[in-house]
């Protein structure tokens, strides 16, 4: 089992910045994949950006450019340092883990970004 712990949400003005990050703990081991989803109300969960083991990268394209994923395998940590806020960017932010057929998610935590 894994599991995750995320941080750094909270309420923030357009155009500032907020760096979440999310730990795993257990059977860390087996996790390849390490990303970011968020889900707005009544909107369907989506990927914002997910890196590898390896430091593969993949970014949704509504966040290219002002969103940037960084991994520590040493911490098995990852994080999301989200600049340029915008109010389309209001969600609840989960952190997920994937090993080969398994997928951890966190709690998630909120981002208000105010207009």
């Known amino acids: 089992q894994v599991q995750l712990v995320e941080s750094g949400g909270g309420l923030v003005q357009a155009g500032g910045s907020l760096r979440l990050s999310c730990a795993a703990s257990?059977?860390?081991?087996?996790?390849?994949?390490m990303g970011w989803y968020r889900e707005a109300p009544g909107k369907q969960r989506e990927l914002v950006a997910v890196i590898t083991s390896g430091g593969r990268i993949h970014y949704a394209n509504s966040v290219k450019g002002r969103f940037t994923i960084s991994r520590d395998n040493a911490k098995n940590t990852v994080y999301l340092q989200m600049n340029s806020l915008k109010p389309e960017d209001t969600a609840v932010y989960y952190c997920?883990?994937?090993?080969?057929?398994?997928?951890?998610w966190g709690q998630g935590t909120q981002v208000t970004v105010s207009s």
């Open positions: 257990g059977s860390t081991f087996s996790i390849n994949d």
């Open positions: 997920a883990a994937d090993s080969r057929v398994r997928r951890y």
